[in-house]
């Protein structure tokens, strides 16, 4: 049974700092290529950054500089470092894992980051 369990979400000021956590278990880890989206309120669910097995990452645009994705294949996590975060970074924030072949596809139940003064 695979479980993908984020962690990590919540309230900061601007300018400041998150760490989210993705967690899977089930699944061979290392294989998959992963992700995290954010969606808010009246906008389409959008990628902030994904990082595939070999480790390559890339990032929205919004975010280059600011956050940084990492995976650690040992622990079956991925993080994602959210710094000088601003309230347009406020968003439902969704781990993604999937693969092509066999093609799988599984995400995380979502944590909630709100960065407001």
């Known amino acids: 049974q695979v479980q993908v369990v984020e962690s990590g979400g919540g309230l900061v000021q601007p300018g400041g700092s998150l760490r989210l956590s993705c967690a899977a278990s089930?699944?061979?880890?290392?294989?998959?290529?992963l992700g995290w989206y954010r969606q808010s309120p009246g906008k389409q669910r959008e990628l902030v950054a994904d990082?595939?097995?070999?480790?390559?990452?890339r990032y929205a645009d919004s975010v280059k500089g600011r956050f940084t994705i990492s995976r650690d294949n040992a622990k079956h996590t991925m993080y994602l470092q959210m710094n000088s975060l601003k309230p347009e970074d406020t968003a439902v924030y969704l781990c993604?894992?999937?693969?092509?072949?066999?093609?799988?596809?599984?995400w995380g139940q979502g944590t909630q980051v709100t960065v407001s003064s």
């Open positions: 990082i595939i097995p070999n480790g390559r990452t």
């Open positions: 089930g699944i061979t880890f290392s294989t998959y290529t």
């Open positions: 993604n894992l999937r693969r092509p072949d066999p093609w799988r596809d599984y």
